[in-house]
């Protein structure tokens, strides 16, 4: 399935050994409260992203950039402008993806893989993967952040991810990053900045069409 090995590149990972001042959180029910509530009021995000994908076959990490879209329920654009143009549209069942080599479509419905992939990355970005069934979830914190982490319980996405992190604000309990660790030991970082929250996005920058 290789549209899903690039759709992996959406997802970032850090090690946990760079992240050794986390400690596990004592009341995750009152977090996964607030957590809920801030999600909740969240309809749409427009942000600036920065994804680093580390290699284990190559010394130097490869940065992009773009800029990303979200609005409820489940629809996400990602459209890099460095160092190449690439574009990922998800929107409820159907991807998009368009590159050099062309304009791809894609329906999700008949494929549970991809059905799982979808739910993941809306639940991600709207800070709901704590009520996702599919992973076993822990909570840490330290001085300035959460960190969930999501490790999938069914052997087919084992296979694709051994876990994956969010790294959440305490300030305002906003996701900063998505954390994606991969059974090879890459990880790829996807860090965002210059959020607009609640602006008003229309239907048509999500076109599959």
Not at 11 to 18: D, H, T
Not at 54 to 77: A, C, D, P, T
Not at 169 to 198: C, H, R, W, Y
């Amino acid at each position: 399935m290789p549209n899903i090995i690039v759709f992996l590149f959406l997802f970032p990972a850090i090690q946990l050994s760079a992240q050794s001042d986390f400690k596990p959180l004592k009341d995750k029910a009152d977090f996964t409260k607030k957590f809920s509530e801030a999600s909740a009021k969240i309809n749409t995000i427009k942000s600036d992203f920065t994804q680093e994908k580390h290699l284990s076959m190559l010394e130097e990490k490869i940065v992009s950039k773009g800029v990303f879209w979200f609005k409820k329920e489940q629809k996400v654009r990602m459209e890099y402008s460095s160092p190449t143009k690439y574009l990922i549209i998800m929107n409820d069942k159907t991807f998009r993806i368009k590159d050099d080599s062309g304009d791809k479509k894609m329906a999700t419905g008949g494929n549970k893989l991809f059905q799982q992939i979808s739910q993941i990355t809306a639940d991600c970005i709207r800070g709901n993967v704590l009520n996702n069934k599919d992973f076993a979830t822990e909570v840490f914190e330290n001085s300035k952040q959460y960190r969930i982490e999501m490790k999938p319980l069914s052997k087919q996405m084992k296979n694709y991810f051994s876990s994956i992190h969010l790294m959440v604000n305490k300030s305002d309990l906003d996701v900063a990053s998505i954390i994606m660790n991969e059974p090879s030991g890459d990880f790829t970082k996807l860090s965002f900045q210059n959020k607009q929250l609640n602006s008003n996005i229309s239907d048509e920058v999500f076109s599959v069409k």
